[in-house]
């Protein structure tokens, strides 16, 4: 068809040489050029773009039921992946001791605690891990939300081969480094409370490591499919998991009866079986042009350029998830350093339970619990991050102001919601983790206690991920390293060492975290009000200079450290 169009352009040029036989050089010159030109474009293939939904959408339509669309289904995505955990300790749990905890000469008063606080310990673990290697996945979807806004299609297609390609390849590096480092990390958490749950953490942890590789591959692919307007189809497909997790949970701890290292092989099966599902998802939009993601055009070699923008935008998150389980692994090591109250340690040997494992096994019903709600406040903040971002970088500041107010107010609701199903049901909780029915009251006080927590945290982690999509490092870092560092360690420790020989020293110890929480969110919320209020753009269509929570630092601190980041 083009050669052909291309000899009917050369018939009427021929005619209307011959009809013009007094024609200049110059004028068969500039005829042959464009007929050449002609050609060209003709064999030329045109590219078109992919039809990308969330570009119709997340800057026109209302924010109130976009951000309930994008949220809604990633917060019950995210708790069915917190889940992983969970349902492998209250499988492992009741599994565990009647198959083979039996074979092994355990009693069940013995290997249930145990096989709780590992769950506990392999929690700790894995939530570094999954922070760094997530790390890239996080900064590549609120730059692919920014790229989106601006319609830059081409640098989005190489964005995203780049982000799998370096995923994949930071998921290795970390796999090899924590295989190694697990066991004297989990030594330091038991604080050689239970030899059984040191060796059974040990182990599960070193076999889940491999289940990192699929996880991480579909964290990416969840993320850029929920850039992409897709948030319903990929948290189904993410969700797929569990039910699967559990049948081979089963299979492995109760049918095989294998010890906790069967909770390992039930994930690696069960993530894979999602990777896959996501995989062919995505490469169906592809067949239909609905997506941006593995482009043939473009190199999956990484680009030193990309990567580093993408690990800036990711690092504030990395390193609060990082500071966040150092914590974590704080509260349970002062913990498990308080002294057991005289009555509960009676009541304890009477009953044929050992001491020790009061606070460990108590702390660890939180973790698995805390997780969960963790998994709920991180729901709210990836799915709104990116509705955030799109609006930020096309400036439109009135969507962006609203957008943030209605994360709020999401993020208060869905975490006092599950607060109210855990604080009235936490005796059943702990019956859930087949710890034994007369486990003292004072264990759940203690639980019940520390989860308070969430409420505080879920605001202020709403506010770093406004700081995270709006790309505001140095406002990030700031809040993170006031949270985290200066109000935490200096609280926490404080409490615990004036309390931890007393005999009500756990309340005070689990009440000293909510503590430092609200510290934070007095110190930070005026200030942050102030800034979503101030950002606005003038009349001739510049910004005005935003008001910030860095405002609260000395000028010569905070421009020194602003130079710092733009090194």
Known sequence: ????????????????????????????????????????????????????????????????????RVTGPTVLMLLFVGMYNVTDALLASYLIPQ??????????????????????????????????????????EIKYAKLLSQGKHDEAKQLLNTTFSSTALITFIIFIIFLGVTPPIVEMLDNNSSTLAMDQATKYTQVELFWTFFYALSDMLIRILRVEGKAGWSSVLGS??????????WIFMGVVGTSLVGAGYASIIAEGITFF????????????????????????????????????????????????????????????????????????????????????????????????????????????????????????????KLATLITLLYMFIWVLFIQVIFQTQISGFFALWSLPPNWPQEGQDFASILLMR?????????????????????????????????????VVPVFWAVFKDSQNGYIWYSLSITISEIIVILLVIPAFIKEIFTLKKTPDGTD????????????KVRDFFIKQQKR
């Not at 894995?126 to 290697?133: D, G, K, S």
């Not at 042009?289 to 190199?299: L, V």
């Open 277 to 400: 599902a996501l995989l062919f998802f995505v490469l169906n939009l592809k067949r239909k042009n609905e997506t941006n993601m593995f482009d043939k055009n473009s190199s999956y070699i990484p680009s030193r350029v990309i990567l580093i923008a993408s690990i800036s935008i990711g690092s504030p998150v990395l390193f609060r998830s990082i500071i966040q389980t150092a914590n974590s692994i704080t509260i349970t090591t002062f913990a498990t350093r308080i002294t057991v109250p005289d009555t509960v340690k009676a009541d304890m040997i009477s009953n044929g339970l050992d001491p020790n494992t009061f606070y460990s096994s108590s702390v660890a019903v939180y973790t698995e619990l805390y997780a969960l709600l963790f998994a709920v406040m991180t729901g709210v903040v990836q799915g709104s991050g990116s509705v955030i971002a799109f609006n930020y970088h096309q400036k439109k500041y009135d969507r962006v």
């Open 544 to 555: 005005y200079p935003e008001y910030s929570i860095s405002d609260l630092i000395p000028d």
């Open 454 to 490: 969430s409420i505080f945290v879920g605001i202020s982690y709403a506010i770093f991920g406004y700081y995270v999509s709006t790309n505001k490092l140095w406002e990030s870092y700031l809040l993170l390293f006031m949270q985290s560092i200066i109000v935490f360690y200096i």
């Open 240 to 249: 797929l998991g569990l039910p699967i997790n559990l049948l081979f949970d």
């Open 99 to 140: 198959n083979w905890g039996l074979s092994q000469g355990f009693a069940p008063e013995v290997s249930n605690p145990a096989i709780v606080a590992a769950g506990a310990y392999n929690s700790n673990i894995m939530y570094i891990v999954i922070a760094i290697i997530t790390t890239i996945n996080i900064g590549s």
């Open 1 to 68: 068809m083009k050669e052909s169009n291309f000899v009917e352009e050369q018939d009427e040029s021929q005619s209307i040489n011959n009809s013009k036989k007094k024609e200049s050089n110059k004028g068969k010159t500039n005829l042959s050029s464009n007929q050449k030109d002609s050609k060209i474009s003709l064999k030329k293939p045109t590219k078109t773009k992919a039809k990308i939904a969330s570009e119709e959408v997340y800057g026109t339509e209302n924010l109130w039921k976009i951000l309930l």
